[in-house]
């Protein structure tokens, strides 16, 4: 278990739709990564958060959006989805004092 | 544009045999990452490789880096089941800290 949280592991919603994916780092961790795994893209980095500001920005279409809160847990949403936004999403969290990113469990979304 | 590259894609071996495999990646980065993901499963931290001639060992697995090569090498020593799994490797534009372009991975298979 790395201590960075996902919810919900599995996602099935339809074209069109809107949904958020959450994620709580590790404890005192305050940076959040989020990256996609797809099969024809593999793994990529779509946004970094740090303490609340958005760091870093990646491949993140502009359908997509994320925060970080006060507590330090981030959200990622994802709005007008299409069949090709199927894919499993994961958050990382690192700590200012060491290089690894610990990733979480991942969110499984299948736009039908 | 960090671009990284990963041999072979898929590498089916007998348990005993020993093997690399080879990272690339094409422009200045100041470490390296390796990572190890199950099928359906989350990314596990294996190696941070932080410096130029850096070599790490855990068990059966050895991980080094040639930064003016901008190479890295996984190396499996007598291959067992368990270590059936995709490895990436993964690297940081200089200064961008975790935020990491992945190599497409490579598919280990070791059988019996």
């Known amino acids: 278990d790395s201590g960075v949280t996902q919810t919900p592991k599995h996602l099935i919603t339809a074209t069109g739709q809107r949904v958020t994916l959450r994620c709580s780092p590790r404890?005192?961790?305050?940076?959040v990564y989020w990256y996609q795994q797809s099969l024809d893209q593999g793994l990529q980095f779509l946004i970094q958060?740090?303490?609340?500001?958005?760091?870093a920005k990646g491949n993140i279409l502009e359908r997509f959006s994320a925060q970080q809160f006060p507590d330090l847990h981030s959200e990622l949403n994802l709005s007008s989805l299409e069949l090709g936004d199927s894919a499993l999403y994961f958050c990382?969290?690192?700590?200012?004092?060491?290089?690894?990113?610990?990733f979480g469990q991942g969110t499984r979304l299948t736009v039908v | 544009e960090l671009k990284v590259e990963q041999n072979p894609l898929f590498l089916s071996m007998q348990e005993g045999k020993n093997y690399t495999i080879y990272c690339n990646y094409s422009?200045?980065?100041?470490?390296l990452y390796w990572y190890r993901q199950d099928p359906g499963k989350s990314l596990e931290s294996l190696f941070v490789l932080l410096s130029n001639g850096a070599v790490k060992q855990e068990g059966r697995l050895m991980a080094s880096l040639d930064t003016k090569a901008r190479l890295s090498t996984l190396h499996i020593t007598a291959a067992v089941h368990d270590l059936s799994a995709t490895y990436f490797c993964?690297?940081?534009?200089?200064?961008?800290?975790?935020?990491?372009?992945f190599g497409t991975g490579t598919r280990l298979q070791v059988t019996l």
């Open positions: 422009t200045t980065s100041d470490r």
């Open positions: 993964a690297a940081p534009l200089t200064g961008t800290a975790s935020k990491l372009t």
């Open positions: 404890s005192g961790d305050l940076s």
């Open positions: 958060y740090y303490n609340g500001e958005e760091r």
């Open positions: 990382a969290s690192r700590s200012t004092t060491s290089p690894v990113a610990f």
